[in-house]
């Protein structure tokens, strides 16, 4: 299987790291031997029909800061599209740096990608947000795979799992706590007592937040990953523009200390209730499932038959979301030989 | 899909009425219209190659007590092995009651589906837990499917999700609460400091618990759960005398009294660990997302790359159970339609 990666960030370098650790099994398993034919960072790229070297790749990006320092295969002035129109590769990774402000870029690749006939398998959540229904619509006039299960959850199989209880069942709504930042302020906040700003500071500190924390604190990436759910579990054909967004900004003590009092903690929570779409900071009781600590993530589903389900586990980390790619890599390439 | 159905209890009844109700949803979505073709219970059988009416057989069974009792299709003498083999059935759905002392019935209906050619959907655990192993390799060289999704979790889909998890990643261990029965006794012994006898003979007039609650409360039930996970999410070709049980009758009040002075709550946990596995109560951190309350089930992951994820649901019902079957009749169907 021949791959195009774009973005080499810590996402797409513990991609090429697990693929180079998984060879064996992928190939005795799953009858699989992928190589990447094209890789795609900020500053360059670098080709090579026969598979570039994992060994190379990473070493160039850590002695020059880009894959375009490797001899022979590097590329100073790359364009992405034509790089994916014209390496050859049957599937694009798509892990470039993206956020809702600047979308067209990533949806950019993935356009070209399946309108070539290539299978796009993306952990980018801003293209999915934005033109999700779209997106979808031209995969399958493509005839192509269009993956994203490293968007919602990282490693954690949140879309597989939802999607599965979807068949042969309805789900009726979803409740969601997917954002890690968030619940680590409000988890810290509870268990601690201590205030907003202090919390989002220490956050900071641990790497928990971005430098510009808004994106998760204003609930921005919650509702980027509650418009995927939507599409993918509930056919809800919805994008960003569809959700009621509150944040916790600036979220007070005594609204934590008050829910306690009622037996309660504060999360945020997004939600797909009938048709409405929304996230906000909610109070739900101390020992529902959902209560859960630190930066954890979990996910209610309300079932027709046999009511709630949850799923709790980590919705971060680069070599997560890279496990999340090699499940979408596997499936791309079974589909593709059950259709042989 | 022509559907051979073995044992007509309330799982039974539940699938006959849930594809019914999801006749439409099933054929618009999947390309999928089920039909009984054979249908067997304790007292006799139905057949008819044309399908047979739910309505039918639902009355049959209501009004006489067997769906023999069909006017132009029901036998009353029948031989399910026979009936399998010559009902013109592409799967077999089997459900009838066994437990780990009587498996025998039940391992004969899959070998005679799958030798015939049949694709095989049970919600049987003693067939698998005894067999397992050579059940799998009896689906493989007759290139049929085996499907087991309702042995585990009934409605909530613990094992594919579990799979899924596998999948690009490695489950270094595994801990697992799996039976309801358990969990409500150790809940209420805990949340209401009741004595075990007590709290038996609640579960057993509220329907929890059965008359012989043995297969519960001694962990048979966990270990044949257990058995199915191992083999199916970790690939060990392990079986029930493999297992290591002790189950909870009798615990004292004392021991969960002590566990709470410590912060903890005792749990009858399976767990597959190394070489090892094993049932026996347990306790775990009160805030741990495994302390599930009432008859909840959860199974908690331990993965190479990130860590431990847990899915939190009801493990059992009538109806759960049959959208487990549907579920899994859409994935042997899909399967038959890829290789076309």
Chains 1, 2 share one sequence.
């Not at 979308?103 to 947000?129: E, F, Q, W, Y």
């Not at 490293?150 to 199989?157: R, S």
Request: proline share 3%; glycine share 10%; net charge neutral.
């Amino acid at each position: 299987m021949r791959i195009a990666l774009i973005g080499f960030g810590v996402v797409g370098k513990s991609l090429v790291e697990l693929l180079e650790q998984q060879q064996a099994v992928l190939r005795d398993r799953h009858g699989l031997a992928a190589k990447f034919v094209a890789v795609v960072d900020s500053k360059g790229a670098a080709v090579g029909e026969h598979g570039l070297s994992a060994g190379e790749l990473l070493a160039a990006k850590a002695a020059h800061g880009t894959v375009a320092a490797i001899p022979g295969h590097g590329l100073k002035n790359a364009d992405a599209n034509r790089i994916i129109a014209e390496s050859g590769a049957q599937v694009l990774v798509e892990t470039s740096p993206s956020d809702l402000k600047k979308p067209d870029a990533a949806i950019g690749h993935l356009r070209s990608a399946m309108s070539h006939g290539l299978h796009a398998v993306t952990v980018n959540k801003a293209p999915l947000a934005v033109a999700m229904p779209a997106l979808l619509e031209l995969a399958a006039y493509n005839r192509v795979q269009l993956k994203f299960s490293g968007t919602v959850g990282a490693g954690t199989p949140v879309l597989a799992w939802a999607k599965r209880c979807a068949q042969g069942n309805r789900v009726r709504s979803l409740k969601a706590i997917i954002n890690g930042t968030t619940n680590f302020i409000l988890s810290n906040m509870t268990e601690k007592g201590l205030a907003f700003d202090e919390v989002l500071r220490e956050a900071m500190r641990l790497g928990y937040a971005e430098t510009d924390p808004s994106n998760d604190i204003d609930g921005i990436d919650t509702a980027m990953k509650l418009v995927i759910l939507a599409n993918h579990v509930m056919d809800r054909r919805a994008t960003f523009s569809d959700v009621q967004v509150k944040g916790i900004r600036g979220l007070s003590s005594e609204a934590i200390e008050s829910a306690r009092a009622r037996g309660n903690v504060v999360k945020l929570i997004g939600r797909v209730e009938g048709d409405r779409l929304s996230v906000a900071p909610e109070e739900i009781p101390q020992n529902a499932p959902m209560n859960v600590g630190g930066s954890l993530n979990a996910v209610t589903l309300d079932c027709e038959v046999g009511g709630e389900v949850t799923l709790v586990g980590r919705g971060a980390g680069g070599p997560e979301t890279a496990t999340a790619i090699v499940r979408d890599l596997i499936d791309v390439w079974r589909d593709g030989e059950s259709k042989r």
